[in-house]
């Protein structure tokens, strides 16, 4: 690191080291034990909160913010922070697929997949991450198409964002079970997506009912009932088992050194129930044999019903 770097980042690091000291009631930091991960080290992952809102080529999190984001978690830890900004929801899934994260920081999709994966290598909900909104997941065509009913969307050129996401993936998927597909594309925001359709590149493609209006154009032919959750906070089970409570008091505590963006909610444990539901969405989806980028995909495999009474309006 450069002397103009340490420079820059001593001050947080000293006020971040005295809140560590001053934690408990005359708690030694030198009792204190490091969460580190199985390789010895921390490694966190960060997907941003807004999925699909962003662009090609946009960054994750300004550096400013990724040097602030790991020397909070490195004082929190006491353990060397390896932190990845993904722009990608796939990346993430692969990532947590193969545990390859010991604390993430995931929109509402991912933190349900996390939920999915097994006992052993699965994780748990610390903090909820994002804004309340009225995000749901729908599916849009041109105002001049002759598609009036999923049913209708057999054949169709379908645009997705990247496996993980619950608006732009999991849940569109799940409402178009039983149909083939001519193929399915991909991108990285809905705004990618909105202008592939307009371009006639695309037939039908996935939408978030949070976003702005998306003008005249456009048509709403699938709007999915369930309200979507805010993201969250996981740990992985390993270091759930370990003594991870002054770690999470310390992230806690220096809630307003975090990036704004996340949305991190200090001492309040997210809403499992609603993630637990849409999980259902993901379980089944993953289940499938999911479409390849451009190939034609038919739209099949075991579909569990969501119970009416479950569904959030």
């Keep these: 690191m450069s002397a103009a770097g340490f420079s820059a980042r001593g001050p947080l690091l000293a006020a971040l080291a005295m809140a560590l000291g001053l ?35 946009a960054v994750v999190l300004p550096d400013q913010d990724i040097s602030r984001l790991r020397d909070l978690l490195t004082v929190a830890s006491q353990c060397e922070v390896m932190l990845e900004p993904v722009a990608s929801p796939e990346q993430a899934h692969q990532r947590l697929g193969a545990s390859e994260w010991d604390v993430a920081f995931l929109p509402p999709g991912l933190a349900a997949l996390a939920l999915e994966s097994s006992a052993n290598r699965g994780y748990s ?17 041109r105002a001049g198409s002759d598609r009036r009913a999923v049913a209708d969307l057999k054949g169709a050129r379908l645009g997705l964002l990247p496996r993980g996401s619950l608006t732009g993936f999991y849940l569109p998927l799940y409402n ?31 939408w978030d009912a949070a976003l702005p209006d998306p003008g ?47 949305g991190y909610v200090a001492g309040v444990l997210p809403e499992a129930q609603p993630l637990q539901r849409l999980r259902t969405v993901v379980t089944n989806v993953e289940s499938w044999t999911l479409p390849l980028e451009g190939r034609p995909y038919a739209v099949y495999g075991r579909k569990q019903q969501l119970k009416d009474e479950g569904v959030m309006r």
Excluded: W
């Design 125 to 141: 909900l610390l903090r909820p991450l994002g804004q309340r909104s009225q995000s749901r997941s729908q599916l849009l065509v």
């Design 23 to 57: 934690m408990g009631c005359g708690q030694q930091p030198s009792a204190r034990v490091s969460l580190c991960g199985p390789a010895g080290q921390l490694r966190v992952g960060f997907v941003g909160a807004e999925e699909g809102r962003g662009s090609t080529g």
């Design 176 to 206: 178009l079970h039983g149909l083939s597909l001519q193929s399915v594309h991909y991108a990285l925001s809905y705004q990618e997506l909105l202008d592939q359709l307009r371009k006639g590149q695309l037939d039908v493609i996935a």
């Design 216 to 262: 005249g154009d456009v048509r709403v032919i699938v709007n999915d009932p369930n309200l979507i959750p805010v993201g969250a906070l996981v740990l992985s089970q390993p270091l759930v088992a370990a003594d991870h409570q002054p770690f999470l008091k310390l992230l806690d505590e220096s809630a307003a050194q975090l990036p704004p963006s996340l």
